[in-house]
């Protein structure tokens, strides 16, 4: 069954960190881009950042970038985002995603439909 959890979300003030976890399990992770998305209330999901299958090549939406960061651990079938100074429209619940198909590297445009295996989230909340 292929499966990923999203864990570390929170509540964090302003300016703060937090570091989000996608664990996966019932495919070979190391093949797959690993893409995470985020939803807030009221507004569509948007992509903030990808990473390819070998950790080689990395893209952050604009809104993100500089602040966030993306890596992944293949041995233990991880990824993860780094998230610094964070501000409150940072405040969503945080997705990961797998990308359609084994090596592929997704363009920088992120569309949800592109990945086919979804965790179920985590929220993050930044406020004062």
């Known amino acids: 069954q292929l499966q990923l959890v999203e864990s570390g979300g929170g509540f964090v003030q302003p300016g703060g960190s937090l570091r989000l976890s996608c664990a996966a399990s019932g495919f070979t992770f190391a093949n797959y881009a690993i893409g995470w998305f985020r939803q807030a209330p009221g507004k569509e999901r948007e992509g903030v950042s990808w990473i390819s299958h070998s950790g080689s090549t990395t893209h952050f939406a604009d809104s993100v970038k500089g602040r966030f960061t993306i890596s992944r651990d293949n041995a233990e079938s991880t990824a993860y985002l780094q998230m610094n100074s964070l501000k409150p429209d940072d405040t969503a619940v945080y997705y990961c995603?797998?990308?359609?198909?084994?090596?592929?590297?997704?363009?920088?445009?992120?569309?949800?439909?592109?990945?086919?295996?979804w965790g179920q989230g985590t929220q993050v909340t930044v406020s004062s």
């Open positions: 995603a797998a990308y359609k198909g084994p090596y592929f590297v997704p363009p920088p445009v992120m569309r949800d439909y592109d990945y086919n295996t």
